[in-house]
Structures are given as structure tokens and as C-alpha cells.
């Protein structure tokens, strides 16, 4: 469909809570930009572990997000959509 605007859950605008905001700031945006801002926001401060890059070592704004210390990059987006509007 040429020239539709998608609204599915990854094109849908969300609004970050404060915690994610902290990240990817406080704008609504598709779901998709809020990904690939935390994914940026985690390769800036190298968080990945060394040992396995699939597993994310949360700083302190992250553990703010995440609830926890440490997330594999799989179930990072379930702790994403609890912060999204």
C-alpha cells in the first residue's frame, strides 16, 4: 500500500515515561525510534557485555527501565512497552 501511514504496534507514536525519557527523551515517537535510541544509548556507554553481546548491563538509568541490572536483548523490548503510553 504505497502512501499509507502505518499505525501497527512497531509505527504506532508512544509516549516514554519518565524513566525512558531519561534515554530517548521525552517526545512522542514510533515505537521503533524508541528502540533504536535505547540501542544507541547502549552502544555510546558500552553496556553490552564483553563476554555476550546479546546481554545488556544496565547502567542506572536503564535499571530504571529494565528493573534489573542485566536483560538479554530479547526480552529488552517487554521492558520497553511497560514504559511506553
Known sequence: MAGSTKTDGAH??????????AI??????????????VWDYI??????????????VADEKLEKVFGKKEVSMFEMNK???AHLK
Request: charged share 35%; no cysteine; hydrophobic share 25%.
Open 43 to 56: 552502544k555510546k556507554h558500552n553496556l553490552q557485555d564483553p563476554k555476550d553481546k546479546r546481554q545488556i
Open 24 to 37: 530517548a527523551g521525552k517526545e512522542p515517537l514510533k515505537r521503533t525510534e524508541v528502540v533504536s535510541k
Open 12 to 21: 504506532k507514536t508512544v509516549t516514554p515515561s519518565p524513566e525512558l525519557a
Open 79 to 81: 521492558h520497553l512497552s
